[in-house]
């Protein structure tokens, strides 16, 4: 829900207002001691640029962010498909997606990526990605990966990379389409939302009662803090978007 539309449902005069109670709200989405994904099942890695060009400014990244993601691949077996279709997305032998873990990252370092990984993903985990040389090192951190050159290929992608990139574009139709793009400085707390209800759709009713729980082991913190804002919010159209 944007914060216009929030505004509205509640009946709030001030934009603003609206805007921080969803922000405080995306804060409790995050578990502080949340489990790292992998273990059992493998995780694809890869990163995306979220954003759209200014215009003026020529074809280049001048307004984009950087966001890394990781995603389990879990298998349904045929009976456990018929019982419950649902967690079956529409892939060959019942490939699915698990949990995912989306984060803002400062760059395409191997020190960035590696922390995202370390943060995200179980050690002893099969990682795929591509062969981007910030993945280089991770068998040393202790992981099994398997990297893969894309090269633009969006077959390759598809054999290789199946569930990643298909989140990805789930993710920027969501800023979009929802959201009409999103200020950078406050996207973490986005991808906190998107996570949020991409780790609990087979089970939304259960989603609230998660969301309470998180609340309630979450220390509350002040606008400033949790966002780094540098700036009171404004009604869309006075801020550059960020989700094409």
Known sequence: MSAVQFQRQ???????????????LRA???RPDRDRIGGGFPVEVDETWVGGQTRG?????????????????????????????????????????????????????????????????????????????????????GYQVTQVAQRGDSDIAE??????HLVFGNLKTWLNGVHHGVSPQHLQAYLNEFTFRFNRRFYPFNAFRSLLGIGVATVPTTYDALYNAGGRPKPPGRKPPVGN
């Open 28 to 30: 409790a989405m995050v």
């Open 159 to 164: 054999k290789h990379l199946p569930l990643i």
């Open 57 to 141: 400014e020529g074809r280049g990244r001048h307004h984009k962010t950087l966001v890394v993601a990781a995603i389990e691949e879990r298998m349904r077996k045929d009976n456990e498909r018929k019982r419950d279709p649902r967690k079956a997305l529409p892939r060959r032998g019942g490939l699915y997606a698990g949990r995912l873990r989306l984060h803002v990252a400062p760059d395409r370092s191997a020190k960035s990526l590696e922390t995202f990984v370390l943060e995200s993903v179980q050690p002893g985990t099969h990682i795929t990605t591509d062969d981007w040389s910030g993945y280089d090192h991770l068998a040393e951190k």
């Open 10 to 24: 509640l009946g709030l005069t001030r934009y603003e207002t609206a805007f921080q109670i969803l922000h405080k």
